[in-house]
């Protein structure tokens, strides 16, 4: 001051004085000012609190100013552009991202909620109990987080004749088996297979296949081997070896789709008792003429007398009584064509009521009545029915073999 009081006159001295000391008012005066408009803020950053006092004008400026960077994802209490007030309360929050992936889609979500559970409902995202997820819904949340949702959908399951609706996110079939614990045995059939990927709208279907084997028994016919007996009258016979019926054995191999059968493979024969042939000796010994000659009316008469004493009688007018050997047999038997019709065309499914006999004895179409079986048509042949031998057709095979061989009255109704 000593210095430019020496350089400036006294006139000149006062002004510079003089503003100087203005100056110092005014700076005096705008500290004074600025100190007094100061507003004190509390600011709550991500939970932590802090009071600062402070000129800015907006809460943007404040922001700035407290070092913090914010971003349009973050949640803050107060408009950005708002203008600060004392005693003003901000409340910031730094927004995380995290990306979800839904079945392979992708998307960029930015949330302040502290776990999975809070960041589904606030972004409606909904999570079924059946769908496989990468976090708990009580996982807090981290920024870049991943959280990925495989949504699951119902797959029908047909076992067979059980159907089942279950929940799976996708994978192969045969995981999806597992994990609902369905075994295959090896006969089983799969369809789609094993590797397959499951899908909604193609359902699962397994056919559990048995095989199993039955043995049936069959009766074989013995053959009829007959002997010309020169000792023996002409037109009778007798019974050498009264024959035996065999037993077949055979095997077979039926399998079973979901219970049912659906095939029967023959696979093995066995002969469990040999058939015998059945002996007939017939008789070729003519009969001696008798040395005197009758009447016509006394030969009649004699005629008549020994009639009734034949295995042939005519007791009626067109009707034909004889004793005949017989045996049974069925649609199914041994030896026969299997198609169920008679050498005549009868259906025997039918019509049950059917014999078979030997043509030259019983005329095919004959309407007969047998003893113990009643009346029936003789409509049928056979390879062993020859002479005086009838076989009667029954349904079963337990009837066939129960009736066995007996001696029957036949008579020809016409």
Not at 82 to 101: C, R
Not at 149 to 173: C, L, P, R, S, Y
Not at 256 to 264: A, C, F, I, P, Q
Request: charged share 30%; aromatic share 4%.
């Amino acid at each position: 001051m000593n210095f430019i009081s020496k350089l400036l006159p006294n006139s000149a001295r006062k002004w510079v004085l003089s503003g100087v000391g203005l100056l110092a008012l005014i700076a005096f005066s705008g500290f004074i000012f600025a100190e007094a408009t100061k507003a004190e803020v509390i600011i709550t950053d991500n939970g932590e609190k802090q009071t600062i006092t402070t000129n800015a004008d907006t809460v943007e400026e404040l922001l700035a100013e407290a070092g913090i960077t914010y971003s349009k994802h973050d949640e803050l209490s107060q408009d950005i552009d708002a203008a600060i007030e004392d005693g003003m309360t901000i409340t910031y929050e730094t927004a995380h991202k995290v990306t979800v992936l839904i079945d392979g889609n992708e998307k960029d979500y930015y949330t302040t909620a502290d776990n999975i559970g809070e960041f589904l409902n606030e972004n409606s995202i909904s999570v079924s109990d059946h769908d496989d997820t990468s976090h708990e819904r009580n996982a807090a949340i981290s920024d870049g987080m991943k959280y990925t949702i495989d949504k699951a959908f119902q797959v029908t399951i047909n076992d067979g004749d059980n159907e089942e609706e279950v929940w799976t996110t996708g994978g192969t079939v045969g995981e999806l088996l597992k994990t609902n614990d369905i075994s295959l045995d090896d006969e089983d059939e799969l369809k789609p297979d094993k590797d397959s990927e499951v899908k909604e709208d193609n359902p699962i279907t397994i056919t559990r296949v048995e095989k199993v084997t039955d043995e049936v028994k069959e009766t074989v016919d013995y053959q009829v081997e007959e002997r010309e007996d020169s000792s023996l009258e002409k037109g009778k016979e007798k019974v050498i070896a009264q024959g035996q019926e065999g037993v077949l054995v055979k095997t077979f191999e039926i399998t079973k789709e979901n219970g049912e059968e659906v095939s029967r493979d023959l696979i093995d024969e066995e002969v469990e008792q040999e058939s015998e042939k059945r002996i007939v000796a017939l008789g070729k010994k003519e009969n001696e003429p008798d040395s005197n000659l009758t009447t016509l009316s006394s030969e009649s008469s004699n005629n008549t007398d020994n009639n009734s004493g034949n295995d042939t009688d005519n007791n009626n007018e067109g009707e034909k009584t004889m004793h005949m050997n017989a045996t049974a047999y069925t649609v199914d038997c041994i030896g026969c064509n299997g198609n169920g019709y008679t050498a005549t065309g009868i259906n025997l499914r039918n019509n049950p009521n059917v014999v078979s006999v030997d043509p030259n004895v019983i005329p095919l179409g004959s309407k007969v009545w047998v003893e113990g079986y009643g009346e029936a048509i003789a409509g049928d042949t056979g390879g062993h029915i020859k002479g005086n031998r009838i076989d009667l057709h029954l349904e079963s095979q337990s009837e066939a073999e129960s009736f066995g061989r007996k001696t029957v009255e036949v008579r020809i109704l016409d």
